[in-house]
């Protein structure tokens, strides 16, 4: 069955601690994707990669960073954790292909308190 | 800006009946897919339209869209308590590449 994995389900942060979200697939996909979810906003696009090394900005980049290392992993990173990322964060993978297709296979979830 | 407003924003139903969920966007796309998510999980892909295809049948989902209107409807038959959950459409746009752009979901109910 193919899987992706988020490493921690529920995380409590203090305020400027540094906080790394882990997220790898099996499924051999080239794209990956962090998204955060917020109750009246929907998911919102954070970072995603299209292959190992690379990234690009998301609609909401500010106060991360990701890194993609290896093609089945990627982590995102707040270098200063603020109260205003809590949040739910997703992430997701898809194979890169055709325009046409694109179905994203996401994980449980992390759910993220900043106190 | 999030594109794609979805309606209505919660819907509650007694089983046995349709749930209808609609979808807007505002630029062209390539695709145009739903998704359910139950409470505090992950989403799960549903369906996948393509922009020259009008409708989409999946077991007891059927789909529609509507690219002069430039929207979709989920349209769910003979709902279960199981299909309550929320309900997002995820728009390709055709300059986004591998980028969804996601509503911001419809909260289904269905009352036993």
């Known amino acids: 069955d193919v899987k992706v994995t988020q490493s921690s389900r529920y995380l409590v942060k203090r305020t400027g601690e540094k906080v790394f979200l882990e997220c790898v697939q099996d499924?051999?996909?080239?794209?990956m994707f962090w998204y955060r979810q917020d109750p009246g906003l929907g998911l919102r696009l954070i970072y995603f990669s299209y292959d190992v090394k690379m990234k690009e900005k998301g609609d909401i980049p500010e106060g991360y960073s990701v890194s993609r290392e290896k093609k089945e992993r990627f982590s995102l990173i707040l270098e200063s954790a603020s109260t205003n990322q809590t949040s739910m964060y997703l992430c997701a993978s898809s194979l890169w292909g055709q325009p046409n297709t694109g179905e994203l296979f996401f994980g449980e979830g992390s759910r993220l308190t900043v106190l | 800006s999030q594109q794609g407003e979805e309606d209505p924003q919660a819907l509650s139903i007694q089983e046995g009946e349709n749930a209808t969920m609609n979808c807007s966007y505002k630029t062209s796309i390539n695709n145009l897919q739903w998704y359910r998510q139950n409470s505090g999980r992950g989403l799960v892909h549903l369906i996948l339209?393509?922009?020259?295809?009008r409708e989409k049948h999946s077991g007891r989902l059927r789909v529609t869209l509507d690219t002069s209107k430039k929207s979709s409807s989920l349209l769910i038959t003979a709902s279960r308590a199981a299909d309550t959950a929320s309900y997002f459409c995820a728009k390709r746009r055709e300059t986004s590449g591998s980028r969804l752009t996601f509503g911001e979901g419809t909260q289904l109910t269905v009352n036993p």
């Open positions: 339209i393509r922009s020259n295809e």
């Open positions: 499924m051999d996909h080239e794209n």
